[in-house]
Nanobody
Framework: QVQLVESGGGLVQPGGSLRLSCAAS????????MAWYRQAPGKQRELVAT???????NYADSVKGRFTISRDNAANMIYLQMNSLQPEDTAVYYC??????????WGQGTQVTVSS
């Protein structure tokens, strides 16, 4: 059974930082491209960042320079370090696992709220 379990969300003031984690199980982790998505109320889910097994990364323009995605293939974990958070970063953040020709998997999401 495949599971992606996110943690680390919460309430933070503007300008603050949070680190999200996602623990993956039930997949051959190193073969998957991993990603973080987010969905704000009333908006479509959007891609935040991706990371390949070879540690190549890609970011949405809105988070470049503020967010950093990383992975630990030995621990089957990915992370999202979020700095300089702004109210527009408020959303539910989802962990995603993708592999060409295979099912795409999603976590249950973790809420990030940026507010003073």
């Amino acid at each position: 059974q495949v599971q992606l379990v996110e943690s680390g969300g919460g309430l933070v003031q503007p300008g603050g930082s949070l680190r999200l984690s996602c623990a993956a199980s039930g997949i051959v982790f190193r073969l998957y491209v991993m990603a973080w998505y987010r969905q704000a109320p009333g908006k479509q889910r959007e891609l935040v960042a991706t990371i390949t097994s070879g540690i190549s990364t890609n970011y949405a323009d809105s988070v470049k320079g503020r967010f950093t995605i990383s992975r630990d293939n030995a621990a089957n974990m990915i992370y999202l370090q979020m700095n300089s958070l702004q109210p527009e970063d408020t959303a539910v953040y989802y962990c995603n696992a993708m592999r060409s020709g295979f099912t795409t998997y999603w976590g249950q999401g973790t809420q990030v709220t940026v507010s003073s």
